[in-house]
């Protein structure tokens, strides 16, 4: 069974192959419109069922308009609204929505509920996000960064803020992808141990420098994401936008890197917050064929996992 639950337990082979269709798959239907079905149909009969458990924009949009360009079926699950969050375990709802579907997207909080997920469905699983990971979108972010630059490999990335799940799945894709990463944000915020281990196994160069124009210096990407995450109490904002705040994306920042460098946000992005809108509407930001590309490489994992 092929699930799709993280960078750095998938082979780095079977992500490049994923990246070579999204990008094939998107050059084919350039120009055409949103609801036109792609000329093959391998998801025909297909249904796939997408659960959130928290909230999506981009998400939910891109995997059911993904799902129908390729010919499949979409039903959109809210956790809250399944008996899942009436104690129906997880395990047991892997078990029925197997029966009817042919493919499950999670959006859920802890890493446990996707694994036990994943453990429980006889169909594919893939991670729509959890606390610890998102690596649908830096699937994304990787075929964003080479559609402007080329390779990644050998880049320099910068993460500016909190290291939070997001950063993670950057961090599996460093080593994956052979790109070197420097987080720069306060140390109560660092990047998890793992990510970072991992990468660094892989040979890449993984730093921590407290002092963001320094970090940036020579940097290829800025990345920054919001500073209170989905999982995050909402207790926490004062102090965290206190400890962030230096961390800010400016203009001033993206000056100090290379003159190219570019600029991504997974979105939602909160402006003037961690990044100024100066800078996610300036020449650098690729923010919005960032979230494009979602669709394309989402309509590749969900292929890749029906090996269809
Ligand atoms: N980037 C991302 O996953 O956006 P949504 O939360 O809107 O799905
Ligand atoms: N780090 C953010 C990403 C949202 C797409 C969160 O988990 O809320």
């Known amino acids: 069974m092929r699930h799709f639950l993280d960078l750095h337990t998938t082979d780095v082979a079977e992500l490049r192959g994923i990246l070579d269709q999204a990008v094939a798959m998107k050059?084919?239907?350039?120009g055409?419109?949103?609801g036109r079905r792609d000329a093959e149909l391998p998801l025909d009969g297909h249904v796939v069922a997408l659960v959130f458990e928290k909230p999506s924009t981009r998400t939910r949009v891109s995997f059911d308009v993904g799902a129908r360009q390729l010919g499949g079926s979409t039903l959109v699950l809210s956790g809250g609204e399944m008996q899942l969050g009436h104690g129906e375990t997880i395990a047991d709802t892997a078990r029925v929505l197997s029966r009817f579907v042919d493919l499950i997207m999670i959006r859920t909080f802890e890493e446990a509920t996707l694994t036990e997920l994943a453990e429980n469905a006889s169909v594919p699983v893939i991670n729509g996000l959890t606390d610890a990971s998102h690596p649908c979108q830096i699937m994304a972010d990787v075929m964003t960064f080479e559609e402007h630059r080329g390779p990644i490999r050998g880049a320099k990335v910068v993460w500016s803020g909190d290291?939070?799940?997001v950063c993670?799945?950057?961090l599996h894709a460093a080593g994956q992808f052979g790109f070197d990463f420097t987080f720069t944000g306060p140390a109560s915020l660092d990047p998890a141990p793992g990510p970072v281990a991992f990468a660094r196994s892989k040979g890449v160069k993984v730093e921590i420098e407290r002092?963001?124009?320094k970090a940036v210096d020579g940097a290829?990407?800025?990345v920054t994401d919001t500073w209170l995450s989905m999982h995050d109490p909402q207790s926490a904002r004062e102090r965290r936008h206190t400890l962030l705040r230096p961390y800010q994306v400016t203009a001033k920042l993206m000056g100090a890197a290379k003159?190219?460098?570019l600029f991504m946000h997974c979105l939602p992005a909160h402006r003037s917050e961690e990044v100024t809108s100066r800078v996610m509407d300036g020449p650098h930001s690729v923010i919005f064929d960032e979230a494009e590309n979602r669709l394309h490489v989402q309509k590749a994992i969900m292929r890749w996992c029906l090996e269809v």
């Open 163 to 165: 290291g939070n799940n």
């Open 32 to 34: 055409w419109p949103k």
């Open 259 to 261: 003159p190219d460098v």
């Open 168 to 170: 993670s799945s950057f």
């Open 27 to 30: 050059t084919a239907r350039a």
């Open 211 to 213: 002092d963001p124009m």
């Open 220 to 222: 290829d990407l800025i």
